[in-house]
């Protein structure tokens, strides 16, 4: 036990000390937040302000489109084309709409001209605008019909689903998915680095030839799990830098950033008549997202990210220790460790959408496919997503499945690590797991 | 008193009997080779006494008690033919991080490879990384992490490779005073001439089991086929004896073969009677290089793989 602390401490220490961990852990977040900072940035300032002139001959708007700072519609009735074109040419306005006398309400087709090509953005916009207005009047031009009539007529209808039972409370289902998929992903992912760099500190290990003068004071056993424990620890410790340190950039935009507020932006990037949806989307989410029971997920979240990693980590230190010096060889015998974790990233998927499926609660249960499964489940809440039982026993598989293959790996390890020169198939690997002694 | 004792020991693989029925004692203070060619079953048997392998028969009698691994392990000293160190690390910290390993504490373990470094004038290597370091230089590094805990018995496999003619005197002064302080020492190796100089005791494996054990000195003379060299101011023509056959004629001396029944003072005789000047006589031992050829060749050298029903 003393040994294994040992060589966990050195484990953690000689990679925490790294520059490359420090650049990882602190250059990510970073990295997160300067793009999440630059795309709001440009989402709010990005687009220039589009005047456009509006020379209506017909008279077909009114005299009034939809104006806001960012797109102006100015209407100039008394030029004429001509004269319009030099002042869009002088860059009084980004373009011009020019409407001849002779068009009616039913025509289907006007002409933007603007001094440069328009953004795909303010394209949409303006002839979004244009054509609403130009519905609003044909929809007046009908007999008996007033602006309050159509407004009234155009309002939209805010639909609710809920389900059958589960009182008053509001449907949740994005926002469960929303967070069961980055949860299971986080641990897919979670799965994939630190398993690869526990394979790749054991190959460190046999290719320099150190194996066998450790493994003279210390037992196989014991190396493999410092080494496991030790690379977990790194993981912890990386994810929880990686959480305060976004959390608190996030935390600093509004202050970095004075007058813009994320929320904000994120309504007004698409088209206007959109923000009004959007922006009661994003309270919604807002609310749902403080339904969540966060302590319970994360808790759960810390305890498969464990979980699995351990269970996985073992099988990778046992690929790492059968392969020789040529990298290439792992390639292969990764195949079998690697296809559960794919698989129940799939499997994820489908229990995200549906967490009581048949597949969803197999997965769930199935120590090799349960770090990654569970967790979407979990983030639809108990029991609606999942009954205690289940979550108890599925934790119960995961450590009894934990133990499992720590025990086979340690075998197929103890016999690897000292084995050289020879490319080592599965078949011997299963002969070395379960011969006697 | 005999720190190790091993008793029929015995491990099989699936295909090969890598250590048959092996039986060897070890005195204390000793330096004792193992000797064997490429394939005999050293490595096993080492890897078994240094408690990385389970003897699958016999046993092995560690300082009088049954060798446990986990507490005797931290008695020996191992420096495997296959070594390395972690290439990244610190040198000081990689060697109190091995020391560590091998039950020492961190202070103890700081204290003494800072001995040991001002003893192989290594100190200001403290805070390079291995990958700086030569060949030779990672290998003295390596005798030192190998010897640093003061083990009782320190098995060393091929530990001159790669050293240069100081470095290796070095090293040698090293395992000559560590044998003095009582440490035994197992000296794995094929280089016959370095084993003829430092052991006391050998033995030589072949195919898993032991086909010589004693002292250098009595297997040599087990071995002496009584050559003698005799050198002569003048060598006289049509020399003839019922004593001994000449062999070859080198200048001035000659390697004779003394016949059965006879004894080396009759060659003498034979020369000072004609009134030859004899300026040096002297018996010509085999060399242990000798004896190993002689005993390992005729078996096939490399082992075939056959089934094994143990």
């Given at each position: 036990m003393n040994k294994i602390w040992i060589v966990a401490q050195r484990e953690f220490t000689s990679r925490v000390r790294k520059k490359t961990f420090l650049l990882s852990t602190i250059l990510l977040p970073l990295f997160i937040f300067v793009f999440y900072a630059l795309m709001i940035y440009f989402s709010v300032n990005g687009s220039d302000d589009v005047r456009i002139a509006v020379v209506d001959k017909a008279n077909l708007f009114g005299d009034s489109i939809k104006s806001d700072k960012e797109l102006q519609f100015k209407f100039l009735?008394?030029?004429?084309e001509g004269s319009i074109r030099t002042k869009v040419k002088n860059k009084e306005y980004s373009g011009y709409i020019y409407v001849p006398g002779?068009?009616?309400?039913?025509?289907d087709s006007l002409q933007v001209r603007a001094e440069k090509t328009l953004g795909l953005m303010t394209r949409e916009k303006i002839e979004k605008r244009v054509s609403s207005r130009l519905k609003e009047k044909r929809l007046l031009s009908?007999?008996?019909?007033t602006q309050k009539q159509i407004d009234s007529a155009q309002r939209d209808v805010g639909i609710k689903v809920t389900p059958l039972?589960?009182?008053?409370k509001k449907d949740k289902s994005a926002v469960s998915y929303a967070v069961g998929f980055a949860s299971g992903f986080l641990i897919y992912i979670i799965l994939f680095i630190y398993g690869t760099m526990v394979m790749r500190g054991v190959m460190e290990e046999k290719v320099s030839r150190i194996a066998e003068v450790i493994v003279s004071s210390v037992k196989p056993f014991q190396l493999m799990m410092g080494k496991i424990l030790g690379i977990g620890a790194v993981g912890l410790v990386q994810f929880l830098i990686w959480i305060v340190l976004v959390s608190v950039l996030m935390a600093l935009l509004p202050v970095l950033m004075p007058g813009v507020d994320p929320q904000q932006a994120m309504q007004q990037v698409p088209g206007n008549g959109m923000a009004q949806a959007q922006q009661s989307g994003v309270a919604v989410f807002m609310t749902h997202l403080s339904e969540i029971n966060f302590p319970l997920l994360i808790s759960c979240f810390i305890f498969y990210f464990l979980g699995g990693y351990l269970l996985y980590s073992s099988l990778f230190a046992a690929v790492g220790s059968s392969v020789?010096?040529?990298?290439?060889?792992?390639q292969s015998l990764l195949l079998p460790v690697t296809m559960p974790i794919v698989f129940s990233f799939v499997i994820m998927m489908k229990a995200v959408n549906d967490p009581t499926s048949g597949l969803a609660v197999f997965g769930s249960l199935f120590p090799l496919s349960s770090p990654i499964v569970m967790m979407a489940r979990l983030a639809h809440g108990i029991p609606s997503g999942v009954t205690i039982t289940e979550l108890l026993l599925s934790m119960l598989f995961l450590i009894l499945g934990f133990m499992l293959t720590t025990w086979v790996a340690a075998k197929i390890y103890r016999t690897g690590i000292?084995?050289?020169?020879k490319k080592v198939t599965w078949k011997e690997m299963w002969k070395w797991a379960f011969r006697k002694n | 008193m005999n720190i190790l004792e091993v008793r029929r020991l015995k491990k099989y693989y699936a295909t090969q009997?890598?250590?048959?029925d092996l039986s060897f004692s070890l005195a204390s203070g000793s330096i004792f080779g193992l000797l064997g060619p490429n394939g005999a079953g050293k490595t096993t048997l080492i890897r078994m006494i240094t408690g990385i392998f389970f003897p699958d028969e016999g046993e092995i009698i560690f300082d009088g008690r049954p060798f446990n691994p986990v507490s005797d392990i931290l008695q020996i000293g191992y420096m495997p033919e296959e070594r390395g160190l972690?290439?990244?690390?610190k040198i000081g910290e990689q060697a109190v991080y091995l020391a560590q390993l091998k039950g020492l504490s961190k202070s103890e373990a700081t204290r003494k490879v800072k001995e040991w470094f001002v003893r192989f004038e290594?100190?200001?290597?403290?805070?390079?990384?291995?990958?700086?370091?030569?060949k030779g230089m990672s290998q003295k590094l390596q005798f030192v992490t190998t010897v640093l805990h003061e083990p009782k018995l320190i098995i060393l496999d091929?530990?001159?490779?790669?050293?240069?003619p100081v470095n290796a005197n070095l090293i040698k002064d090293e395992i000559y005073r560590l044998a003095q302080n009582g440490a035994t020492i197992i000296f794995s190796t094929h280089r016959m001439e370095q084993v003829e100089e430092i052991c006391d005791h050998i033995i030589l494996v072949n195919k898993g089991t032991k086909i010589l054990d004693g002292t250098v000195k009595a297997v040599r003379q087990q071995f002496k086929e009584h050559l003698f060299r005799i050198s002569l101011e003048e060598i006289p023509a049509g020399i003839e004896s019922p004593a001994f056959d000449i062999l070859r004629q080198e200048d001035h001396s000659l390697v004779v073969r003394i016949r059965e029944t006879h004894k080396p003072n009759d060659v003498l005789q034979y020369f000072l009677s004609r009134q030859q000047n004899v300026t040096g006589f002297q018996e010509i031992l085999p060399s242990l290089n000798e004896i190993f050829i002689r005993l390992v060749e005729?078996?096939?050298?490399s082992r075939k793989f056959e089934k094994i029903t143990a």
């Open positions: 009735n008394d030029e004429t002779s068009t009616s309400l039913e025509t009908l007999p008996a019909i039972e589960g009182n008053e020789n010096e040529d990298p290439q060889d792992a000292l084995l050289y020169g | 009997k890598a250590v048959d972690y290439k990244k690390m290594m100190q200001s290597w403290w805070n390079k990384k291995v990958e700086d370091l030569s091929e530990p001159f490779s790669g050293l240069d005729g078996t096939p050298l």
